[in-house]
């Protein structure tokens, strides 16, 4: 039972991990992606000045899309911080204490099994070469410790069902809050870049290509 559920543990440990580095990898792509766009923001707005009204309408417009961008992107970066990654480590936490919960259930069945061996030796030997009341406390130490084996397995069995729960509860709710996030993150830009193609339409070629 506890190879298996070390493996398991194992391959779920790192997993999560990886999952935790990856994403924060595209957190930190977003941030970056915010220290170039006031650039952006600035050139446009400097360029709009110079232009015909329609069109310098239209870069302006172009501009305020990116400020949106770069507010929310870094309203995004917060939330995905706060709502993503925070519960992902928070699991992964958890994770560590119930492998080291399965560490302390290994360490009794071995006890167990050296309580069995000593037993077994008394039992072996010839009763004028067994100390007195070897055969009575290696039967007690077999006894304690298949008590305390299985509550150490019992309690490693319920950890895990609690664990396998909040994992399940966890991954739902950071894939809700994933969706909500880029959701609205990608909304806002849509609403913004709408603008902008009203105001690309708007723009007077003829009008304003004259001297």
């Not at 957190?27 to 329609?54: C, R």
């Not at 009341?133 to 084996?149: P, Y």
């Amino acid at each position: 039972m506890f190879k298996k559920l070390t493996d398991a543990l194992g391959i779920t440990s790192n997993k999560i991990s990886e999952l935790i580095k990856e994403s924060n990898q595209y957190i930190n792509a977003v941030e970056n992606v915010t220290k170039e766009i006031k650039n952006t923001v600035t050139a446009l707005k400097s360029y709009a000045e110079t232009e015909t009204p329609s069109l310098g309408q239209a870069i302006g417009s172009l501009a305020s899309t990116f400020e949106i961008i770069d507010k929310e992107s870094t309203e995004k970066v917060k939330k995905l911080q706060e709502e993503y990654i925070a519960p992902l480590n928070e699991l992964l936490i958890s994770l560590e204490k119930l492998q080291t919960e399965q560490k302390e259930a290994e360490k009794a069945t071995k006890e167990l099994e050296k309580a069995e061996k000593r037993l077994n030796k008394a039992k072996s030997k010839p009763k004028e070469k067994l100390k007195p009341n070897e055969l009575q406390t290696a039967e007690t130490e077999l006894k304690a410790a298949k008590d305390k084996a299985a509550k150490e397995e019992s309690d490693v069995k319920a950890a895990t069902e609690d664990f396998n729960r909040v994992k399940l509860e966890t991954m739902q709710k950071i894939l809700r809050n994933m969706v909500e996030i880029e959701t609205i993150f990608h909304q806002k830009i849509l609403d913004s870049v709408a603008t902008v193609k009203a105001k690309a339409e708007a723009i007077k070629i003829e009008e304003e290509s004259k001297i």
